[in-house]
């Protein structure tokens, strides 16, 4: 007799044939599942593995705009709705050439799961387009995303669904899609969007929070296994929100970035990474990260020829901590950093390690804190803004700050007693795959078929 959850994967492959990415996210979450399932074989009759896997809702839309030079240029738009059990949909948008429905489906999928475990009241969505906000100016970005929520308000409302930021879409984004909908509906509706500015409905400690949530739970991680950051040497990939926060909180923990990248090659400064130098070229300038050798000459640039396998992973570190995109590490490059010593790895970006390379590290015994908890900082106080937007109050940064090292903290002793309970040692990967997921089953067996 097959058992239940590779029936359901089994069938998943064959109606998600050309979706990859989801494949690859549901294939882990199920996997790991497996001994919650077999306690419960009742989760067979009221088919939940089948309806936590299907999405709501998709939407896919048209994002006409006209460019600088007055051409027309057609965009596609996506909101996918996968689960509002706990709350409104919650997720990022996402502006990149390479977002198509496969990627849509697999961050709203791990979604779902990270958000659970932050447990606060929100559900799991995300969004985007392949429209790519490199070398656009002000005036074009401000006109794509003026049209693209000409159709997206249609979906989204402060209780039913709440846009963030994700790759490409920052505080600029944001606040012209906010305007646009603030206009289009003729109310002041500031729940409706997380990661606005500070003067309109913005929460103190949201842009930081993925970064500093990352290192309070490798704090957490490394301190349960008798270890910490204090003199560490780290590599960061990236140099967007998620890595420039990640940097700076980890420096102030004692420990030492000496490379961070972008999608064009990798800087390694074994003096430490410069990170006002990186702020100012990525939040101010937005220029190439090769630009950083012009301020400190002792740095060198190594352009990323193959993008499957980043340079930077063939850098010597203890601590490595994937901030830019999927798949970013592959199994090849798992052995080098194993080769050379990796203690810890914190995945601030969504599913950046490939299955092959998370088995490995987990073989070699390396600490791994994997994205839907490791990364769920920065949703969590998304919802801390959006609690703020309720009241119509906010807090201090020292108060949200306070608020998010507390959420990061439970979520990895959450992880942790997840994975011990079912004998699974220092697996934090199962161990949130078992926590996220025992709460989704509770609640889809309150709620009824739905
Ligand atoms: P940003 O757009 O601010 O930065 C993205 C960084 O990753 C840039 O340095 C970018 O380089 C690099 N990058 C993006 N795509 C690729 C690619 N295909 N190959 C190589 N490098 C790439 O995004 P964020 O920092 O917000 O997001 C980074 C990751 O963190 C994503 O996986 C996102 O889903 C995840 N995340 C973000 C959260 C948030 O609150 N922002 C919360 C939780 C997770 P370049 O400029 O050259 O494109
Ligand atoms: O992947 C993510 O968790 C995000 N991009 C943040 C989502 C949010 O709603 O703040």
Known sequence: MTNYVDEVLASLKEKNAFEPEFLQAADEVLSSIKPVVERH?????????????????????????????????????????????????????????????????????????????????????????????????????????????????????????????????????IGFLFGQYKRIKNNYEAGVLTGKGLDYGGSLARKEATGYGLIYFMREMLAANGKNLKGKTVIISGSGNVAIYACEKVTEYGAKVVAMS????????????????????????????????????????????????????????????PCATQNEINLNSAKKLVANGVEAVGEGANMPSTKE??????????????????????????????????????????????????????????CKDAAEEYGLGTNYVAGANIAAFRKIADAMKSQGII
């Open 41 to 173: 074989p009742e989760y067979k009759k009221i088919a939940l593995l089948e309806r936590v896997t299907e999405p709501e809702r998709i939407v896919s839309f048209r994002v006409p705009w006209v460019n600088d030079k007055g051409e027309v240029v057609v965009n596609r738009g996506y909101r996918v709705q996968f689960n509002s059990l706990l709350g409104p949909y919650k997720g990022g948008l996402r502006f990149h050439p390479s977002v198509n429905q496969s990627i849509m489906k697999f961050l709203a999928f791990e979604q779902i799961f990270k958000n659970a475990l932050t447990g606060l009241p929100i559900g799991g969505g995300k969004g985007g387009s392949d429209f790519d906000p490199k070398g656009k100016s002000d005036e074009e970005v401000m006109r794509f995303c003026q049209s693209f929520m000409t159709e997206l308000q249609r979906h989204i409302g402060q209780d039913c669904d709440v846009p963030a930021g994700d790759i490409g879409v920052g505080a600029r984004e």
């Open 262 to 321: 972008d999608s064009n090659g990798v800087i390694y400064d074994a003096e430490g990474i410069k990170l006002d130098t990186i702020k100012r070229l990525k939040e101010v300038e937005r220029k190439r990260i090769k630009e950083y050798v012009n301020a400190h000459p002792q740095a060198k640039y190594i352009e990323t020829v193959d993008k499957a396998e980043s340079p930077i992973y063939e850098i010597k570190a203890d601590i490595v901590l």
């Open 357 to 414: 390379a998370v088995e490995y590290f987990l073989e070699k015994g390396v600490l791994f804190g994997p994205a839907k908890a490791a990364n769920a900082g920065g949703v969590a106080t998304s919802a801390l803004e959006m609690c703020q937007n309720s009241m119509r109050y906010f807090w201090t940064f020292e108060e949200v700050n306070e608020k998010l090292d507390g959420i990061m903290t439970n979520i990895f002793k959450a």
